[in-house]
């Protein structure tokens, strides 16, 4: 049996396992970095110029399969999402042009560096009162969960601020948001697709709703801005405006959530990187490009060839999906040397494809980081001894995109 026969074993590779991707993820690179997964259907590209390359030439290599299920809906979800009404499609990620420039457009005018800064006092509230759930959680002297308290909520608060949304709803919006990640990018079987497809009705639901308050009530929020652009001429129909909230109230912040698990992981496996942002605050904002390169949430994007071309010497026939393992290519040795390891100061970290490449690049991606680094400073001050449970191990929910943990255990001095 040849290499590429090895890869091709059904039980030899599975794109949904991604508790510890990374050692297959440097093989890929270094003995078939283009390889066809006959399993999944995919052809599936590890290294750094190859991905990027595919995420350059959007007219080859279509988005329009980035929102595509990994495993069609069973008949029984299908028919739920039916009578429920539920018709989005995407917000941007798997639209091309001249829809995709025409809606993205009008969409960043309303998304911005402008409206982040003004909510800058509102993220580091709402990341102040997170920590102090944390704190008193931790006085039972037993280790807390870190992704439950903190990292799953807080982008939600923060996201929704912006949205306009109350906070009374940011359990219903994640659950939703976890469920729209399921039907999507995970191997559901039947059965757990039933609860997923009511989720998505419901989901679909509260969108249009949200619009129809805003539309009787605008206030200073996203929505109310894409409808009042709408009014004022903006080419955008009430059907995309509902797909970008569906988008956005998705990956504005699950994917957040996701990363800042992460991170804290990454972090407390690298005590001297740790050590060195405690004693300077200055190494975070480079810090948290790095962790965005070596420890990122979103590992695996999708395309598909509208004509054939060649990538890497491998010609990717027309209609071939391809699954673009973005993690991988983000510790390609070739762009980052010592790509296996985390090095806070790396001076080309910022050149990861954690928010993708070219024209899908993410739309909310500085308010990620924004997030992420009033966190890290936070957690910095008034955490300095933390420390992941001993024992903990971490375990990562099934998915072919989002590296999503199930819990991050912690502890710290002096809990009880």
Same mark, same amino acid.
């Given at each position: 049996m040849?290499?590429i026969?090895?890869?091709?074993?059904?039980?030899a590779?599975?794109?949904f396992d991604?508790n510890?991707?990374?050692?297959?993820?440097?093989e890929?690179?270094?003995?078939?970095?283009i390889?066809f997964h006959?399993?999944?259907?995919?052809?599936?590209?590890?290294?750094?110029e190859?991905?990027k390359?595919i995420?350059d030439?959007w007219?080859t290599?279509?988005?329009?399969?980035?929102q595509?299920?990994?495993?069609p809906m069973?008949?029984?979800?299908?028919?739920?999402?039916?009578?429920?009404?539920?018709?989005a499609?995407?917000?941007?990620t798997a639209?091309v042009p001249?829809?995709?420039t025409?809606?993205?457009?009008?969409?960043?005018g309303?998304f911005?560096?402008r409206?982040?800064?003004?909510?800058?006092?509102?993220i580091e509230e709402?990341?102040?009162?997170h920590l102090d759930m944390?704190?008193?959680?931790?006085?039972?002297?037993?280790?807390v969960?870190?992704?439950?308290?903190?990292?799953?909520?807080?982008?939600?608060?923060v996201?929704?601020t $912006?949205?306009?949304?109350?906070?009374?709803?940011?359990?219903k919006?994640?659950q939703y948001?976890m469920?729209?990640?399921?039907?999507t990018w995970?191997?559901?079987?039947?059965?757990?697709?039933?609860?997923?497809?009511?989720?998505?009705?419901?989901?679909w639901?509260?969108?249009?709703d949200?619009?129809?308050?805003?539309?009787?009530?605008?206030?200073?929020?996203?929505?109310?801005? $894409?409808?009042?652009?709408q009014?004022?001429?903006?080419?955008i129909?009430d059907?995309?405006i509902?797909?970008?909230?569906?988008?956005t109230?998705f990956?504005?912040h699950e994917?957040?959530s996701?990363f800042?698990?992460?991170?804290?992981?990454?972090?407390?496996?690298?005590?001297?990187a740790w050590?060195a942002?405690?004693?300077?605050h200055?190494?975070?904002?480079?810090?948290v490009?790095?962790?965005?390169r070596?420890?990122p949430s979103?590992v695996?994007?999708?395309?598909?060839?509208r004509?054939?071309k060649?990538i890497?010497?491998?010609?990717?026939?027309?209609?071939?999906e391809i $699954?673009?393992?973005?993690?991988s290519?983000?510790?390609?040795e070739a762009?980052?040397?010592?790509?296996?390891?985390?090095?806070?100061t790396?001076?080309n970290?910022?050149?990861?494809l954690?928010?993708?490449?070219?024209?899908?690049?993410?739309?909310g991606?500085?308010l990620?980081?924004?997030?992420?680094?009033e966190?890290l400073?936070?957690l910095?001050?008034?955490f300095?001894? $933390?420390?992941l449970?001993p024992?903990?191990?971490?375990e990562?929910?099934r998915?072919i995109?989002f590296?999503?943990?199930t819990a991050?255990?912690?502890?710290?001095?002096?809990?009880?």
């Amino acid at each position: 049996m040849n290499a590429i026969d090895d890869i091709r074993g059904s039980d030899a590779y599975d794109p949904f396992d991604l508790n510890v991707p990374q050692p297959q993820w440097e093989e890929f690179r270094k003995e078939k970095p283009i390889f066809f997964h006959e399993p999944s259907g995919y052809w599936v590209v590890s290294r750094y110029e190859d991905i990027k390359e595919i995420f350059d030439d959007w007219k080859t290599f279509s988005s329009e399969n980035a929102q595509k299920p990994m495993r069609p809906m069973s008949e029984e979800g299908r028919k739920i999402l039916k009578e429920g009404g539920f018709t989005a499609y995407s917000g941007l990620t798997a639209r091309v042009p001249p829809d995709h420039t025409r809606i993205r457009k009008i969409a960043q005018g309303c998304f911005g560096p402008r409206r982040f800064k003004s909510i800058a006092p509102q993220i580091e509230e709402i990341v102040s009162r997170h920590l102090d759930m944390l704190e008193e959680a931790g006085k039972a002297g037993k280790p807390v969960n870190f992704w439950e308290i903190v990292a799953f909520p807080v982008p939600a608060h923060v996201l929704f601020t $912006l949205m306009g949304i109350p906070e009374k709803d940011v359990p219903k919006i994640k659950q939703y948001g976890m469920s729209r990640g399921k039907m999507t990018w995970s191997d559901l079987t039947d059965e757990e697709m039933i609860p997923v497809a009511h989720d998505m009705v419901a989901y679909w639901k509260y969108i249009h709703d949200l619009l129809d308050m805003r539309r009787e009530n605008p206030g200073d929020d996203f929505p109310s801005d $894409l409808l009042r652009l709408q009014a004022e001429g903006a080419d955008i129909t009430d059907e995309e405006i509902a797909g970008v909230l569906y988008s956005t109230l998705f990956a504005g912040h699950e994917t957040t959530s996701t990363f800042m698990g992460n991170y804290v992981m990454a972090m407390m496996d690298h005590p001297e990187a740790w050590q060195a942002i405690k004693e300077d605050h200055s190494l975070i904002p480079n810090a948290v490009e790095e962790m965005l390169r070596f420890t990122p949430s979103v590992v695996g994007w999708r395309r598909k060839a509208r004509t054939a071309k060649t990538i890497g010497g491998v010609e990717l026939p027309e209609g071939a999906e391809i $699954l673009m393992l973005t993690g991988s290519a983000n510790r390609d040795e070739a762009q980052y040397p010592n790509g296996e390891q985390l090095d806070i100061t790396r001076k080309n970290a910022r050149t990861h494809l954690s928010f993708g490449y070219g024209i899908h690049y993410c739309l909310g991606f500085q308010l990620a980081k924004m997030e992420a680094q009033e966190l890290l400073k936070q957690l910095a001050d008034r955490f300095p001894t $933390l420390r992941l449970a001993p024992d903990f191990q971490a375990e990562y929910h099934r998915n072919i995109t989002f590296r999503v943990p199930t819990a991050v255990m912690v502890e710290w001095d002096n809990m009880a």
